[in-house]
């Protein structure tokens, strides 16, 4: 089964921007892996702001996108709020006869 | 209003069995696939099982094929999660996830396994 590394946490100033990757020992992350991109504060559900590697719901604040950046998924946050600070997941789907699926570890996004 | 409500959780022997239940109203549960995903105490998400749409196919995460099954009733909008064989590294909250884009989560029903 892959492995989906993110990293485990990054700082960003408030009004900032910063880049949030998700990559697979399987090989470089495409359209094909659907990836997903989650956000959860202490004490909350998840809750989904990215499908589909670009895709954002009606709620995902405008200043996520994401994109597939040098064969990885990435997360970008442009203009950190204060209330961004939480762990963000991705997810990715492995293709094939057996189609599963496998979280990252989670990034520990700090706003400071 | 989308609603996704787990019930079932609670404190369990190594060894024994629960069924999680998750209730879906509001969005179109049959046309969707839906999703069971855990987390651990202090630990990140960590996927299940998968279900489709017809309940044709599912898929099961390594950890916990051949003990765990999914299944769902389209006419009432219910999604199971039968678990047998219980371990200790099974206890964390379960959630249940649905919808045409995986948008749509539950607040989770917590599992503990315990001698």
């Known amino acids: 089964q892959a492995v989906v590394t993110q990293e485990p946490s990054l700082t960003v100033s408030p009004g900032g921007t910063v880049t949030l990757t998700c990559g697979s020992s399987?090989?470089?992350?495409?359209?094909?892996?659907?990836p997903y991109w989650f956000q959860q504060k202490p004490g909350q559900a998840p809750w989904t702001l990215i499908h589909d590697a670009t895709n954002k719901h009606s709620w995902t604040p405008a200043r996520f996108s994401g994109s597939l950046l040098g064969g990885k998924a990435a997360l970008t946050l442009s203009g950190a709020q204060p209330e961004d600070e939480a762990e963000y997941y991705c997810?990715?789907?492995?293709?094939?006869?057996?189609?599963?699926?496998?979280f990252g570890g989670g990034t520990k996004l700090t706003v400071l | 209003e989308v609603q996704l409500v787990e019930s079932g959780g609670g404190l369990v022997q190594p060894g024994g069995s629960l069924r999680l239940s998750c209730a879906a109203s509001g969005f179109a549960f049959g046309s969707n696939l839906m999703t069971w995903v855990r987390q651990a105490p202090g630990k990140g998400l960590e996927w299940v099982a998968n279900i489709n749409p017809d309940g044709s196919d599912k898929y099961y995460a390594d950890s916990v094929k051949g003990r765990f099954t999914i299944s769902r009733d389209n006419a009432n909008s219910f999604l199971s999660l039968q678990m047998n064989s219980l371990r200790d590294e099974d206890t964390a909250l379960y959630y249940c996830?649905?919808?045409?884009?995986?948008?749509?989560w539950g607040q989770g029903t917590l599992v503990t396994v315990s001698s």
């Open positions: 997810l990715l789907s492995f293709p094939g006869a057996r189609r599963t699926w496998v």
């Open positions: 399987a090989g470089a992350v495409t359209n094909d892996h659907w």
């Open positions: 996830l649905g919808g045409t884009y995986g948008q749509y």
